[in-house]
């Protein structure tokens, strides 16, 4: 099992700033990818900005320019930068990890979410 622990949510004006952060813990292998979904009230899971196996970084449309994923391989974080944000980006943000255990087996893992809200 992984566990992921995500820290940094909270709400938000429009156009301020928000970092999340992620920790994974627990039986890690080979991750093929790392990073964080969110989900809108009323819409479906969808990604937001990951690393996968080719070690770039990949974003949403939605956020390229405004969101920044970065990582500390040894501590097996990730961080979200969020600025610009706008009252589109509300959502329960979520991390995620795709790993490949040692005996060839995927593995998705699931953090518990966190709440970002942007209101005035």
């Known amino acids: 099992q992984v566990q992921l622990v995500e820290f940094g949510g909270g709400l938000v004006q429009p156009g301020g700033s928000l970092r999340l952060s992620c920790a994974a813990s627990?039986?890690?292998?080979?991750?093929?990818?790392m990073g964080w979904y969110r989900q809108a009230p009323g819409k479906e899971r969808e990604l937001v900005a990951n690393?996968?196996?080719?070690?770039?970084?990949n974003y949403a449309d939605s956020v390229k320019g405004r969101f920044f994923i970065s990582r500390v391989n040894a501590k097996n974080t990730v961080y979200l930068q969020m600025n610009s944000l706008k009252r589109e980006g509300t959502a329960v943000y979520y991390c995620?990890?795709?790993?490949?255990?040692?005996?060839?087996?995927?593995?998705?893992?699931w953090g518990q979410g966190t709440q970002v809200t942007v209101s005035s």
């Open positions: 627990g039986n890690i292998f080979s991750i093929d990818a």
């Open positions: 995620h990890v795709d790993q490949t255990t040692g005996w060839g087996v995927r593995e998705v893992y």
């Open positions: 690393f996968s196996s080719g070690g770039s970084p």
